[in-house]
Nanobody, 123 residues
């Protein structure tokens, strides 16, 4: 399987913005939806945002109003625009396909992870 390739992470101050990208060439043919997930040291993985092929979106409460998930028209690149970043957003961010495309991120499990991109937000 082709692994996704995440990029765009970095170090920013609180209140700053970052846009993450995920190149996933097989998305258009294989996956009904894609998620952004994050994992901070010592914490469980958390689904942050989901988008399906019909452009329906689901966000974690922590992301609502600050993060925007999108995809290009060919559906081979996934994006996560993150605004008003806070230190608690510090984590490794991944894109992956959930096993089930539901209208909630809670309880999700994922397949075919990439290497991730680190986001660090300082206060």
């Amino acid at each position: 399987q082709v692994q996704p390739v995440e990029s765009g992470g970095g170090s920013v101050q609180a209140g700053g913005s970052l846009t993450l990208s995920c190149a996933y060439s097989e998305y258009a043919d294989r996956w009904d939806c894609m998620d952004w997930i994050r994992q901070a040291p010592g914490k469980e993985r958390e689904g942050v945002a989901r988008i399906d092929k019909d452009e329906r979106r689901v966000y974690a409460n922590s992301a609502k109003g600050r993060f925007t998930i999108s995809q290009d028209n060919a559906k081979i690149t996934l994006y996560l625009q993150m605004n008003s970043l806070m230190p608690e957003d510090t984590a490794m961010y991944y894109c992956a396909a959930p096993r089930y495309c539901t209208n909630t991120l809670e309880g999700s499990s994922w397949t075919n992870w990439g290497q991730g991109t680190q986001v660090t937000v300082s206060s």
